[in-house]
């Protein structure tokens, strides 16, 4: 084996697929290079002429066989053709394997005007979880340099922050003279057996990708990486977790670095006959280091709770892990689900963001008990229906008796005819300080 290199050659692809399916694939060819190069020989018949024409080396056969007595490398039909005109001429078949190996055969051809040609395969290459196959890949090489490739891949295993089952993804595009790289400059069909993205998994689904006009979904200048896409509409079912999740959409836009957007987001959380329903009109996130946006025109009907939010609108971020978010004056409706229910008054009100870090005045108590905690800054509740349970809120999550989901830090501020009938009740309530 020629020494080191392409142990070190790998070792650098390997880092730079930290946390991917890229890291025990590799750690097992490695190994296995090593261990197939201790006491492996290589033996070929060669023939080599010198002509007007140039220079010729013909291969009928090589083989390079490792320490376990299996093929690593087979050449047949090898020719190489120079003329000290451009670039020289390839033409052959090869084939690799041995023991924990991947195994590759592909042809070469070259063209009398520069062009080469190169058909390429792999079948499955196992490490673990992890799985990688090439059904097929044609790369060409212009005489200039440059490469325009195509074929499609189907990996298994680890992605940043997730992981895939089956996932197939079309391989199309070229590689310039100066290495500069252009992926997929039309619509692309993706489609995946599962995909995992921090605790939401996904069903089997095919989706088209598209590029937006004029330039490729993945462009690479130098170090510098550029992602834009976007899908028509999205209709994805999963688990969140535990629980069922049904993901639909209107357009949505990527852009890396750059943001999200999505129209007409449409969330059921879990099963249908008692699913909380979320709707966004339109969504925005700015992407980095960490991820903030904003939304606006949403609708919410948990499942848990007789009332609804409409026209919702605020700021949202993901940061450290853990997703917050924020809600201005009048950037909501409430409303009662069901108008045959006497337990729930008819109530609309404002929402405003609190932080305060003292129990709430007097007047803005409504026949609610509210569960304080000078510790931890809490949230304050007003007018709110009288059969409101405690609401208890510790640092970013709430808890109550029937365990809906909640907002952290939120503050429902009564409307001024609420507040009057909280003044007139006040005192004949018995209610006290939390």
């Known amino acids: 084996m020629p020494g080191d290199a392409p142990d070190r050659a790998l070792a650098k692809v390997q880092a730079a697929g930290e946390g991917t399916l890229l890291v025990p694939l590799l750690q097992k060819m490695r190994g296995a290079l090593v261990r197939e190069g201790r006491g492996s020989r290589f033996q070929a018949e060669m023939v080599a002429r010198r002509s007007v024409d140039g220079y010729s080396l013909v291969v009928p056969m090589g083989t390079l066989t490792g320490r376990s007595g299996q093929t690593v490398l087979a050449l047949s039909r090898l020719q190489l053709l120079t003329s000290g005109h451009g670039m020289p001429r390839m033409s052959g078949n090869f084939f690799t394997g041995g023991v924990d190996l ?10 009398r005007d520069g062009h080469l040609g190169l058909q390429v395969s792999m079948e499955e290459y196992r490490a673990g979880n992890a799985l990688a196959a090439l059904p097929r890949l044609s790369v060409h090489q212009a005489p200039g340099g440059a490469l325009t490739f195509g074929g499609a891949a189907r990996l298994s295993g680890a992605l940043p922050g997730g992981e895939a089952r089956n996932l197939v993804i079309p391989l199309d595009g070229h590689v310039s003279a100066g290495a500069d790289l252009a992926l997929w400059e039309r619509c692309t069909d993706i489609s995946f057996d599962g995909l995992t993205l921090a605790n939401l998994t996904l069903d089997a689904r095919k989706l088209s990708v598209c590029p937006t006009p004029g330039k490729p979904i993945v462009t690479r200048q130098g170090e510098a990486w550029h992602v834009a896409a976007g899908v028509s509409a999205l209709d994805l079912t999963g688990k969140l977790g535990a629980t069922p999740v049904h993901i639909a ?5 990527f852009a890396w670095p750059g943001m999200v957007k999505a129209q007409n987001l449409r969330i059921a959380l879990g099963p249908q006959e008692s699913a909380s329903l979320f709707h966004v009109a339109d969504l925005e996130a700015k992407l980095g280091k960490d991820i903030a946006g904003t939304f606006g025109g949403a609708d919410v009907s948990l499942a848990a709770v007789p009332l609804d939010l409409h026209d919702t609108a605020g700021k949202w971020a993901y940061a450290q892990g853990r997703s917050r978010s924020a809600m201005p004056a009048s950037a909501c409706r409430i409303a009662k689900r069901s108008a ?8 609309a009100a404002r929402c405003a963001c609190s932080t305060t870090a003292s129990p709430p005045k007097p007047a803005c108590w409504s026949r609610v008990r509210i569960g304080w905690s000078r510790k931890s800054r809490s949230c304050t509740t007003c007018a709110m229906p009288r059969a409101m349970p405690t609401l208890r809120c510790r640092g970013s ?3 109550s008796s029937f365990r809906q989901p909640s907002f952290p830090h939120w503050r429902w501020v009564s409307s001024p005819i609420s507040r009057a009938r909280s003044r007139a009740r006040a005192g004949s309530t018995g209610m006290r300080r939390a």
């Open 397 to 399: 999550r709430s808890t």
């Open 340 to 347: 045959g229910s006497s337990r729930w008054w008819r109530k």
């Open 102 to 111: 991947p195994k590759i055969t592909g042809r070469m051809e070259a063209g």
């Open 249 to 253: 959409s209107g357009p949505v836009g």
